[in-house]
């Protein structure tokens, strides 16, 4: 059964800060994986979603990398502000599911 | 255009009675997806559906737990004899496709119904 782990849990930087965000998976049997932002007691909101067979996404600020042979995946924010701050989840989408991991926690002060 | 949109948005109910949730996926999407979040946890996957195949159900967490989709389009999570545990919000999300290109697999989620089963 996959499993996916993102370290750090919680992550509190200054605001302008580059950061990045770790994402580790066991199966590297995988269609894509993406990146996703949640707010306190809202939705998901998708950020990136990377291929299997493509190495990297940007958009604005952000960078998602992709080493399936390894099984990770990184997210780079650039110049963080206060609106970054949200809980950041990857998922990876198998032959029939997808599996999350528990998210790591960013606040940025500002 | 219209988002992905679930009802009801919050639930409370007896333990042992059944309850029903309702997705209706952005028009045209074909992938459909059921998650659960539970306090304090991260996003558990349920079922997917894609198209008019059958799905998987070996995600669902037990056999009070049933889904379906009408049509390719609604679906509905059902919940049998509701347990206490069963306490969790219930996101749903689609996708264009469930295995095509880039966008086509980016998933829109719904609001979420909060049940909380007493």
């Known amino acids: 059964k996959q499993e996916v782990t993102q370290i750090p849990a919680a992550l509190s930087v200054p605001e302008g800060e580059n950061l990045v965000l770790n994402c580790s998976f066991t199966?590297?049997?995988?269609?894509?994986l993406q990146w996703f932002r949640q707010d306190p007691g809202k939705g998901l909101t998708s950020l990136l979603l990377?291929?299997?067979?493509?190495r990297e996404q940007t958009s604005g600020r952000l960078n998602a990398s992709l080493d399936k042979s390894s099984g990770r995946s990184t997210l780079y924010i650039a110049a963080s502000q206060p609106g970054d701050s949200a809980t950041y989840l990857c998922?990876?989408?198998?032959?029939?599911?997808?599996?999350f991991g528990a998210g790591t926690r960013l606040t940025v002060k500002p | 255009g219209a988002g992905v949109s679930q009802s009801p948005s919050n639930k409370v109910t007896e333990k042992g009675k059944d309850v029903e949730l309702r997705c209706d996926p952005i028009?045209?999407?074909?992938?459909l997806y059921w998650y659960r979040q539970s306090l304090g946890q991260g996003l558990e996957f349920l079922i997917y559906?894609?198209?008019?195949?059958?799905p998987d159900k070996s995600g669902l967490p037990s056999d009070r737990f049933s889904a379906e989709r009408t049509g390719g389009s609604v679906s509905t999570l059902t919940i049998q004899r509701t347990q206490q545990e069963d306490s969790a919000v219930y996101l749903c999300?689609?996708?264009?496709w469930g295995s095509g290109t880039g966008r086509q697999e980016t998933q829109y989620f719904g609001p979420g119904t909060r049940l909380l089963v007493l």
């Open positions: 559906f894609q198209g008019n195949s059958a």
């Open positions: 028009s045209g999407h074909t992938a």
């Open positions: 999300a689609s996708s264009l």
């Open positions: 990377i291929q299997s067979s493509q």
């Open positions: 998922a990876v989408k198998g032959n029939n599911d997808m599996r």
């Open positions: 199966d590297s049997a995988i269609y894509n």
